[in-house]
């Protein structure tokens, strides 16, 4: 059994101004994403803040919305990873890493749906800082982010 100090006020004060500052990260996430994705599943399935020396790595898990075509799919997605990341690393000077998980029910050639991880996109502050993030686009997203996966479902040709 491991006996911590009591905190200190101090301590105290900067523990509720991490909470507040991940609620605003938060709420902004759900402001950008909204509530539901057009499948009627709720949009965002997780939001995952983790800090250490006062940065934060975000990581976002959410439904997609569904289109008629495969590269509707992608470009909806670079288009909600163009402007997370553009809001995120704009506004918080704290975030040093953001990923981004897109999610769909795929059917597969025997009718079967299955919930599928479409997409895997992350990008670090270093990253960001080199970029005119204002310019950012959703074409630019594949090249330009730390890593990419899309899933073969949605990848097109």
Same mark, same amino acid.
């Given at each position: 059994?491991?006996?911590?100090?009591?905190?200190?006020?101090?301590?105290?004060?900067?523990?509720?101004q991490?909470?507040?500052?991940?609620?605003?990260?938060?709420?902004?996430?759900?402001?950008?994403?909204?509530?539901?994705?057009?499948?009627?599943?709720?949009?965002?399935?997780?939001?995952e803040?983790?800090?250490s020396?006062?940065?934060?790595?975000?990581?976002?898990?959410?439904?997609?919305?569904?289109?008629?075509?495969?590269?509707l799919?992608?470009?909806?997605?670079?288009? $909600?990873?163009?402007?997370?990341?553009?809001?995120?690393?704009?506004n918080?000077?704290?975030?040093?890493?953001?990923?981004?998980?897109?999610?769909?029910?795929?059917?597969?050639?025997?009718?079967?749906?299955?919930?599928?991880?479409?997409?895997?996109?992350?990008?670090?502050?270093?990253?960001?800082?080199?970029?005119?993030?204002n310019?950012l686009?959703?074409?630019?997203?594949?090249?330009?982010? $730390?890593?990419?996966?899309?899933?073969?479902s949605?990848?097109?040709?």
């Amino acid at each position: 059994c491991t006996v911590q100090p009591p905190q200190t006020e101090d301590d105290q004060v900067e523990d509720n101004q991490e909470i507040k500052l991940e609620q605003q990260i938060e709420t902004d996430i759900r402001n950008m994403l909204g509530e539901t994705a057009n499948t009627g599943l709720v949009r965002i399935r997780e939001i995952e803040i983790s800090t250490s020396n006062n940065m934060y790595v975000v990581s976002i898990f959410y439904n997609a919305n569904q289109e008629d075509k495969d590269e509707l799919i992608r470009y909806n997605v670079h288009k $909600d990873a163009a402007d997370i990341y553009r809001e995120l690393f704009t506004n918080y000077d704290a975030i040093k890493e953001i990923n981004i998980y897109a999610h769909l029910p795929i059917t597969d050639v025997y009718d079967n749906v299955r919930d599928t991880r479409i997409t895997g996109i992350t990008m670090r502050k270093e990253t960001a800082d080199k970029l005119y993030l204002n310019l950012l686009t959703p074409d630019d997203i594949p090249n330009l982010v $730390d890593e990419y996966f899309i899933d073969n479902s949605i990848r097109g040709n």
